[in-house]
């Protein structure tokens, strides 16, 4: 299996869209296979479409607000004392995360191709929100499938998705988080692909999905080369982009513009949920080394049992808490492009106290994963190594949890 | 021997009725309550579709969902599957089994393994819901080397240029889905929709057998009468988790039920 230099790797799939021969494709129902087509003819068509490019920029600044913020966390650093330590952090983004540039680009699409509603799943109810934000600047009629567990314990979201104008139907099969979502979504489509355009909320889904989805989230990374090089003069030699991966929609994005470096000078870490320290359930399938399984029509490293029923996850963080993960993270892996890790709720809940106790920056329980991690392996890492962490989250959606596991203090108002 | 689903087809034929296609989920309620409803049911069913649960199914709405869930939370794993397939086909050889399901179960158990397995219980012909033309190229080569009936699927949105693909990479038997849905929504389409549909698909090649599923109920099977034959599935599971909640045996309510809609084609 090879990574290839100089083709995006969202255009590394073959004619399946299977990437490295086994990772994602299309296994959907029949019903699916039209709307999936028209999508893709449509969307390679875009994607090379000068104008409709301006139009995603156009959107990208004015709206979204570009570039989100790249800037040194110097108190962490000092506390730290061994590589410098940054943040992108992408929560400066309209809505406040990456999930708002794949809603925006999938309004455009489609708006363009003539439909009126638009349909999402969501976890951590970012990528809900921020199609309900997208839905209602483009004037699509919006429909968020949710979990209702996550509806339980992401309620601001929740509101803001609601205010929005969108539906927000609860999931109640299964775990009733972030997967079954998905699924409820999909079944959704199936019924009503004649007349409404879903949006799968990471990089994850039948193939075009996670090519929609990666190439919209490419958006951090192209940012973050420009502000390396403002900063730097160059690209550094020794720099590390760390991420939390739950879908791996943020990460993707985090690091695509650097893919074609060698990974000695620029290294990817993907930090996964790994759940309660107790508890045997997780959701990093790839930390973990889960078989390789079919979920929501893709090919991909999965939970599951022998028999091929999708094992339960647990997770603090609503929106690392899916059993898959996208088949160009599998890709990644496979290449060994990219290392992947895992923090435990502890960890997690521990990285956000330490963050928000030396820097004005709160990130949500996603980002806090990938802070963990990078705290402890920056320790150890050279003065002119540069650490950077996506805070591609704010912590305002999980109050309710962090005033539960910490208590009041750590809960700033918003 | 020739196949048993192509038997029963040419047979019909000769009676000049539709196929009447049960679906129902194994292990549900129980491994053994499922053997018994085959049993019972396949008085009045030509052909037995029975669904292998699976907790993350993208095209099947709330009724046949119960069953899955029903099912899987009794422990029912794949081997179980087989097992019911087997002990039905020592009394009823001849009565077509078909598996009903999605394709990671397939993949977990290794294609061939899976295969040899169906062989083994007796299984006569395959339906993968998540693994469309052209993905199931290679899969339905091999079921037809096993004498297995790989079951390809049309829907509405299926595009003319797939169509005629499809029903030439197709086996004996073909499953039109009436309308865009999951199972078990309510007939959205008129019924002069679906067979001009259905027309289409026999005109590209009468010789295989087309059966139309989706939206059919006690209500609505009569309208499809003059068709190779038609699938009934949410209904029944529904009326399996009605006889659960309400104490009664799901066995008997189950069997009168296909018995009426047997009658209904007749
Ligand atoms: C803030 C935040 N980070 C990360 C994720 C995980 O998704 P992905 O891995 O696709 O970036 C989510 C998902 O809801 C999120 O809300």
Redesign the pocket.
């Known amino acids: 299996m090879k990574l290839r230099k100089g083709i995006p790797v969202i255009d590394q799939g073959d004619k399946l869209g299977f990437w490295g021969g086994k990772f994602g494709g299309n296994f959907v129902p029949e019903t699916l296979k039209k709307p999936i087509e028209d999508l893709e003819i449509q969307f390679n068509k875009l994607k090379r479409d000068k104008k409709f490019i301006k139009e995603r920029d156009r959107y990208f600044k004015d709206w979204i607000g570009t570039p989100t913020r790249f800037i040194k966390l110097n108190n962490l650093t000092k506390y730290i004392g061994g590589a410098q330590i940054w943040s992108k952090v992408v929560s400066d983004a309209n809505g406040g ?3 708002i540039y794949n809603a925006t680009v999938h309004c455009l699409l489609a708006r363009r191709s003539g439909k009126k509603v638009i349909i999402g799943d969501t ?2 109810g ?2 809900g929100k921020m199609l309900s934000m997208a839905a209602k600047k483009f004037g699509l009629k919006c429909k968020i499938f949710m979990g209702a567990k996550d509806i339980k314990r992401q309620q601001p979201n929740v509101k803001a998705m609601k205010k929005n104008g969108a539906d927000v139907i609860p999931v109640y099969s299964g775990s009733q988080t972030l997967v079954d979502a998905v699924s409820e979504c999909m079944r959704y489509w199936v019924a009503n692909c004649d007349t409404t355009a879903m949006c799968v909320g ?2 994850v889904g039948p193939a075009i999905f996670v090519r929609i989805c990666g190439w919209s989230t490419s958006q951090i990374s192209r940012e973050l080369k420009v502000q390396l090089i403002n900063e730097f003069g160059e690209v550094p030699k020794k720099l590390k982009l760390y991420n ?8 993707f994005g985090f690091w695509n513009e650097f893919m074609d470096y060698d990974k000695k000078q620029v290294e990817f870490i993907g930090v996964e949920a790994g759940g309660p320290a107790k508890s045997k359930r997780h959701a990093a399938p790839l930390t973990y080394g889960s078989k390789i399984g079919i979920l929501h029509g893709a090919a991909q490293y999965v939970n599951q049992n022998n028999d091929g029923q999708i094992e339960e996850t647990e997770s603090i963080s609503a ?2 808490d899916y059993p898959g993960i996208s088949p160009l993270h599998c890709f990644l892996k496979d290449t060994k492009r990219a290392r992947y890790t895992a923090a435990s709720d502890e960890e997690a809940l521990k990285a956000y106290q330490t963050v928000t106790k030396y820097e004005n920056l709160r990130p ?1 329980l ?2 806090s994963h990938a802070f963990s991690v990078a705290i402890k392996e920056a320790k150890k890492l050279s003065k002119d190594t540069i650490v950077v962490i996506n805070s ?2 704010d912590a305002y959606k999980d109050k309710n949890i962090l005033e539960k596991k910490l208590g009041k203090k750590y809960v700033k108002s918003n | 021997m020739s196949n048993p689903i192509r038997q029963t087809f040419q047979n019909l034929k000769k009676e000049r009725r539709a196929a009447l296609l049960t679906y129902t989920v194994a292990g549900d309620s129980s491994n053994k309550q499922s053997l018994e409803i085959l049993k019972s049911i396949s008085n009045y069913a030509d052909i037995l579709e029975l669904g292998v649960p699976h907790n993350t199914p993208v095209a099947d709405g709330g009724q046949i969902q119960t069953s899955a869930y029903r099912a899987i939370k009794n422990g029912i794993k794949m081997n179980d599957v087989f097992k019911i397939v087997k002990n039905f086909k020592k009394i009823k050889y001849s009565k077509p089994v078909i598996l009903m399901g999605y394709y990671n179960m397939i993949y977990q158990y290794g294609e061939n393994n899976f295969l040899k397995n169906c062989k083994k219980s007796g299984v006569n012909g395959l339906i993968v819901v998540d693994l469309p033309w052209p993905e199931n190229k290679i899969f339905s080569k091999k079921c037809k080397k096993s004498s297995i009936n790989f079951i390809q699927l049309i829907s509405p949105t299926t595009s003319k240029k797939r169509l005629k693909s499809i029903i030439k990479d197709s086996h004996n038997m073909i499953y039109y889905i009436s309308m865009l849905s999951t199972t078990g929504g309510k007939l959205k389409v008129s019924p002069r929709k679906i067979l001009i549909n259905y027309n289409k698909i026999k005109k590209i090649d009468p010789k295989k057998n087309c059966v139309i599923g989706f939206g059919i109920t006690e209500k609505t099977i009569s309208k499809f009468k003059n068709t190779d034959g038609l699938v009934v599935g949410s209904q029944i599971c529904k009326e399996i988790t009605r006889s659960l909640n309400n104490r009664q045996n799901p066995v008997i309510n189950v069997s009168k039920m296909v018995s009426k809609l047997r009658k209904k084609i007749s």
């Open positions: 995360a990456h999930k976890g951590a970012y990528a990471s990089t939390c991966v739950g879908g791996g929609s943020s990460s929106g690392l949500s996603e980002p591609c989250g």
